[in-house]
């Protein structure tokens, strides 16, 4: 399967919440790195999401904010993903911002390039991504 999302985490599905309407699942990659997805009660069932089963979860770069620093700020994102910038690519516009997790993931954003600027975002210094967990997509 080919995917136009730049963040694809490949996992283990560690928990679930089942909900009357939505589930919560929480994936793992192997490096410890998590990925919290907010999927419907029908997708659970329809792709048999269980704890234990392997699972890929996608992200669209532009879904992925950016906070810079070590994230001491609160924010209603479940997924607040700490680590630092291992590489920034400007374009015209936008710049495409690579942040490296401490279990060896690497999330990939995109924002303006006057927001880099803003931020202070050079390689090497802390930020969070901050990703919304209905923003997930989970594959089997």
């Given at each position: 399967m080919k995917v136009s999302a730049?963040?694809?985490f490949e996992g283990t599905i560690t928990a679930l919440g089942n909900g009357k309407v939505n589930a919560e699942i929480e994936l793992t990659t192997a490096g410890?790195?998590?990925i919290v997805a907010v999927v419907t009660e029908g997708s659970v069932q329809s792709l048999g999401l269980v704890v234990g089963k392997s699972a890929t979860?996608?992200?669209?770069a532009p879904w992925v904010m950016l906070l810079?620093?070590?994230g001491v700020v609160k924010f209603s994102a479940r997924n607040q993903l700490a680590g630092t910038v291992d590489a920034i690519q400007k374009g015209?516009?936008?710049s495409e911002v690579?942040?490296?997790l401490p279990g060896g993931s690497m999330v990939c954003s995109v924002i303006t390039n006057e927001a880099v600027l803003e931020l202070g975002l050079k390689l090497g210094v802390p930020a969070v991504a901050l990703i919304k967990a209905s923003h997930v997509i989970l594959s089997v």
């Open positions: 730049r963040n694809a410890g790195d998590k979860a996608y992200v669209k810079a620093g070590d015209a516009v936008n690579i942040i490296k």
